[in-house]
């Protein structure tokens, strides 16, 4: 039986700001960056937006809430650099869960709420259940 999958990303864009603006104001690496106009993976469309993507990098059948801690490791003291973006930028919490069994626990502890709310992110959560063949 396949386990239940997660994948957590802290994900910037923008109209027309630089992704390269963020890493070098926080030092923090990005797991993607991409710009207007660049074909999203193999396919032939297109993205609409300038943008910055960080990953929990944490296995995705870990829980949330060990991708949640993740994510905020990863943002290290980078996070005073994220916190002072300009309004530019647009920020979202990234959640996607595949599930195959049955739901997982989908909790927000009000520490990690406290940390993306300061850098004015939303969090979005999409929950897509599977049937294993």
Request: charged content about 20%.
């Amino acid at each position: 039986m396949v386990t239940n999958e997660i994948e957590v990303s802290l994900v910037l864009t923008s109209t027309a700001a630089d992704p390269e603006e963020i890493t070098s104001s926080t030092g923090i690496e990005p797991d993607q960056t991409w710009y207007k106009g660049d074909l999203i993976g193999a396919s032939s469309l297109r993205y609409k937006l300038n943008g910055w993507k960080l990953t929990s990098g944490a296995s995705s059948d870990r829980g949330l809430r060990h991708h949640l801690e993740s994510l905020i490791d990863r943002l290290g003291p980078g996070i005073v650099g994220l916190q002072g973006l300009p309004s530019a930028w647009d920020a979202e919490v990234a959640c996607a869960i595949y599930v195959h069994e049955s739901a997982p626990e989908i909790h927000f502890d009000s520490s990690a709420v406290a940390v993306f709310a300061s850098l004015r992110a939303a969090i979005d959560v999409d929950v897509y259940c599977l049937e294993d063949e």
